[in-house]
């Protein structure tokens, strides 16, 4: 018996989801203009679906604004896993050769993602506490 691997790639700037299965999916994100510094200016959650963040490679750092909350900022590491619960404000800010796997249920992106501008008071807080090399 023949072992068959599938092998994804995406080199765009960007989301992408590459593989699926029933319940879950996994995608490749690289930087684009709304995760950067400059120009992030939206905070999304999902209320149906966890996701998980790895960084492979660049800089990022993850901010989450959990309902009745103060917003917080990781830096991520690369190799690590970092999970947002369903329900929690987040988005990311990243440098410009950023790769990062995210893991979901499946047609997240699709069906279960809501959106809303970053307030004065979040985007003050962010510009405090990101790092100088982002």
Same mark, same amino acid.
């Given at each position: 018996?023949?072992?068959?691997?599938? &092998?994804?790639?995406?080199?765009?700037?960007?989301?992408?989801?590459?593989?699926?299965?029933?319940?879950?999916?996994?995608?490749? #994100?690289?930087?684009?203009?709304?995760?950067?510094?400059?120009?992030?200016?939206?905070?999304?959650?999902?209320?149906?679906?966890?996701?998980?963040?790895? #960084?492979?490679?660049?800089?990022?750092?993850?901010?989450?604004?959990?309902?009745?909350?103060? #917003?917080? &900022?990781?830096?991520?590491?690369?190799?690590?896993?970092?999970?947002?619960?369903?329900?929690?404000?987040?988005?990311?800010?990243?440098?410009?050769?950023?790769?990062?796997?995210?893991?979901?249920?499946?047609?997240?992106?699709?069906?279960? &993602?809501?959106?809303?501008?970053?307030?004065?008071?979040?985007?003050?807080?962010?510009?405090?506490?990101?790092?100088?090399?982002?």
């Amino acid at each position: 018996m023949e072992a068959s691997v599938e &092998v994804h790639s995406w080199n765009e700037q960007g989301y992408c989801p590459l593989v699926f299965s029933h319940d879950w999916q996994v995608a490749i #994100l690289n930087w684009e203009p709304a995760i950067d510094r400059d120009t992030v200016s939206e905070i999304e959650r999902h209320n149906q679906s966890d996701e998980v963040f790895v #960084l492979i490679k660049g800089r990022a750092v993850l901010f989450v604004h959990p309902e009745g909350g103060e #917003l917080s &900022v990781v830096e991520m590491q690369p190799g690590l896993i970092y999970n947002v619960p369903q329900g929690t404000w987040h988005n990311l800010v990243a440098s410009k050769d950023v790769e990062l796997i995210i893991i979901e249920n499946r047609d997240t992106h699709l069906h279960d &993602v809501e959106i809303r501008p970053i307030n004065p008071q979040e985007k003050t807080v962010l510009a405090q506490r990101l790092p100088d090399r982002l």
